[in-house]
């Protein structure tokens, strides 16, 4: 790894060239979704789990450290939970961890290797929690150069590991959005319209889910671009509706044992809506917290697939709605196409 690829250095040459160029280069990263193990064709993910966290560390962008965790410690910890998973059935997990929370692409592509699980990871900043998992630098220097950094590592890969992204993972508080905020997704937008790379909000609130779409609207980024991440926390639900009728994607990601009958309503109503079409589903399962003794509680990332959908089948979702949410969406989500 780390080696660009003839095609890469020619999609990179391409993209040098201008608009018409960087479209078709855009395009042609549809044919492949980028693991942490090396490229797979779209239709080898599977039942994909499209937002879940293999480790977090939430000491802050000033404090955070590789040092801070023995990878060793957390491989042996969360991949008995992975196996599980891999065993029924699932094919794909998004690491939704970015940069200075603890994302390790190495150990990720360790943790593939093992359980057999395709695990895909990210480019971007988490801009919420008023700008603590933001690294200093990020405050002066432009949108420009935040989406020549993160396409860079779309292009290179990560460094120094050459494992590239395959989604663009930001993060902002409740709107309207701060200047600070308000430039990550404009560095989002900017990084898509390079890469092809669907860009996952954390989300405070309807308000900030559509002042984000407004920006990237100035960029000429479709909604079908963006992923609402925690649109389970939004209680007024017209906003979902609205979001979805523009082309987002509406992630109910917090699914757990506490909360089925709420998801069951969530994922019942934009069916009645008639927008099942643009929903994702997860459950945001941390699997080691660093800082804590052997990482803390990990509830594991099978109940999704054991109890969850068995449930949500007898509310009245059937099978082809629940493969649509399971496996088709995430798809399509992932490689923006229709
Ligand atoms: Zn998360």
Known sequence: MG??????????????????????????????????LGP???????????????????????????????????????????????????????????????????????????????????????????????????????????????????????????????????????????????????????????????IASHTGDGLAAMAQLDVLKSHGVSPAAFIWVHAQDEKDRSFHRKAAEAGAWIEFDGISSETVDENIGLIRETKRAGYLRRVLISQDAVGFHVGEERGGYCPGYTFMFSDFLPQLRKSGIDETETRMLTVENPRRALTQSN
């Open 3 to 36: 080696l660009m690829k003839r095609r890469d250095l020619f999609k990179a040459a391409a993209m040098a060239l201008g608009s018409i160029w960087e479209i078709r280069a855009a395009a042609d990263t549809n044919h492949q979704i980028h693991t942490a």
């Open 40 to 198: 797979v064709p779209p239709a080898d993910l599977g039942r994909t789990l499209i937002h879940e966290h293999v480790l977090v560390d939430l000491v802050g962008a000033d404090r955070i450290a590789p040092r801070r965790y023995d990878g060793g410690e957390v491989l042996s910890v969360v991949l008995p939970y992975l196996k599980q998973l891999r065993s029924q059935g699932c094919g794909t997990f998004v690491d939704c961890t970015p940069a200075y929370q603890g994302r390790d692409p190495d150990l990720l592509a360790r943790l593939s290797q093992s359980s057999g699980l395709h695990i895909l990871t990210n480019t971007g900043f988490y801009g919420a929690a008023g700008g603590k998992y933001i690294p200093e630098f990020a405050f002066s220097v432009t949108a420009e150069d935040l989406a020549a950094r993160w396409t860079g590592e779309f292009q290179a890969g990560i460094p120094p590991t050459g494992i590239r992204p395959a989604l663009i993972k930001v993060g902002v508080d409740a709107g309207p959005l701060s200047k600070i905020n308000s430039k990550l997704v404009s560095a989002a937008a900017l990084t898509h319209l390079r890469t092809g790379l669907v």
